[in-house]
């Protein structure tokens, strides 16, 4: 692009902003602002979703592509299984990218507020947090699906993926006691990047924007 072409901006305020550029360098771009308004494009479902930290760029994929289909606030977890290692340093340029990743993700589908990526936690510190939102984990063996849930509130939903290896009997039993509705996805074992974009799509679908 050159001086005077127009472009859409948007800061993460759910406003989009039409603009002129007045002059580019390497580093930077200058413009003027032409416009202001309000352009909501979110889910009226709010999740909040809850991954266990995958390999390589697992990670990466499922950040990007739950962004795409609305979520609005991801936590990376720990869990007993998770074969992911990283220390503080490492970790925290990991959640600076993946809120790159959110960020990119919204210039690509068109979002105008952007997904928190929250610090990594514990799984049981999660699981804990006090929310009001539906909690639901999914299990290859639970009685109800997400199409059987009653309706849900304006706290939206807590949603929690595993690891590549699953949770450990104890994590079952940890969710449990605070809450989580087992729900079941299909008769078949999704991998964890599958299992987070059928889970997310399925309540967009049922109780969100999708379809």
Known sequence: MQPGDQLELFDGSNHIYQAVINAITKKS?????????LDDRESPLAIHLGQVISRGERMEFTIQKSVELGVNVITPLWSERCGVKLDGERMEK??????????AACEQCGRNTIPEIRPLMKLQQWCAEPDDALKLNLHPRASYSIRTLPAISKAGVRLLIGSEGGLSPQEIAQTEEHGFVEVLLGKRVLRTETAAMAAITALQVCFGDLG
Do not use: F
């Open 29 to 37: 771009v200058d413009v003027d602002i032409l416009s202001r308004q």
């Open 94 to 103: 990991k959640i600076q990218q993946w809120q790159k990743i959110a960020i």
